[in-house]
């Protein structure tokens, strides 16, 4: 029984990690090796309690809030409010939208973390109201009243022009 359940879980983390990986990034505003180290928590958190959660009706959706939670909680951490280093990072290749990614990732970044989760929950997850509210133990009213403030901030660090960041 254990062989089949670590089976079921070795299938469902690999069909999940990029996902996963993807949400991570929006969350961390773009800073790939937090979003790996999170994705690993979820991952190890998901994994302890596999018995359970294979039962639910949606494990990807009970993965996806313990990655916002573990999010969340690793930016409540005061120690992780610093970065050291000592090298200039590597710069990649132009890309032809690499730029708006940026702008778009430095603008999220800017938002509050909780701000944060709700713009990923809802616009880049796709999640009802509800769902976002579930997720972050907070009110209906509260996630739609962080959504108006968060898309009002992003459209104030992104400029009135909005417009030339979407595609045709």
Avoid at 108 to 128: F, H, M, N, Q, T
């Amino acid at each position: 029984m254990r062989q089949v359940r670590a089976q079921e879980y070795a299938e469902f983390a690999a069909a999940r990690t990029g996902q996963l990986y993807r949400s991570a990034c929006l969350l961390t505003a773009g800073d790939t090796h937090l979003a790996e180290d999170l994705v690993q928590e979820t991952l190890g958190r998901v994994y302890l309690r596999w018995g359970r959660v294979s039962r639910v009706g949606n494990p990807a959706a009970y993965a996806q809030t313990v990655l916002t939670r573990t999010f969340l909680a690793h930016k409540r951490l005061r120690r992780n409010t610093e970065r050291a280093t000592d090298a200039v990072p590597d710069t990649a290749d132009e890309l032809p939208d690499a730029s708006l990614r940026l702008t778009l990732l430095q603008a999220l970044g800017e938002l509050p973390a909780k701000d944060r989760a709700v713009v990923v929950l809802r616009y880049w997850e796709d999640r009802s109201v509800q769902e976002t509210a579930d997720v972050l133990h907070a009110s209906s009213a509260a996630v739609r009243t962080r959504s108006v403030r968060a898309l009002a901030r992003l459209r104030g660090l992104l400029g009135e022009d909005i417009g030339v960041y979407a595609r045709p």
